[in-house]
Nanobody
Framework: QVQLVESGGGLVQPGGSLRLSCAAS????????MGWYRQAPGKQRELVAT???????NYADSVKGRFTISRDNAKNTVYLQMNSLKPEDTAVYYC?????????????WGQGTLVTVSS
């Protein structure tokens, strides 16, 4: 069974930093672009950042210059370095990707990790 396991969320003060990690495991033939999404209370899930296996990246305007997405292809892992955090960054952060397995192509989501920015 293929799954994404996230870690690194928590409580941080405004202006602080956190690093999220997301590792894909299972019988994976290949992984496509990997990304981070977030969902704040009462709001829709939104894109935060994505990265391709070649290293191309894309960011939401709200996080440009503060967040950095990266990936380790050998470890099937994607990271999100979050700096200069603001209270409006508070949300559940989800990892997402598409994988090819012996049974076909699947889109999978992580279980989510809570990030709370508060003094």
């Amino acid at each position: 069974q293929v799954q994404l396991v996230e870690s690194g969320g928590g409580l941080v003060q405004p202006g602080g930093s956190l690093r999220l990690s997301c590792a894909a495991s299972g019988n994976i033939f290949s992984i496509g672009p990997m990304g981070w999404y977030r969902q704040a209370p009462g709001k829709q899930r939104e894109l935060v950042a994505t990265t391709t296996s070649g290293g191309s990246t894309n960011y939401a305007d709200s996080v440009k210059g503060r967040f950095t997405i990266s990936r380790d292809n050998a470890k099937n892992t994607v990271y999100l370095q979050m700096n200069s955090l603001k209270p409006e960054d508070t949300a559940v952060y989800y990892c997402n990707t598409k994988v090819v397995t012996g049974y076909g192509l699947f889109e999978i989501w992580g279980q989510g990790t809570l990030v709370t920015v508060s003094s």
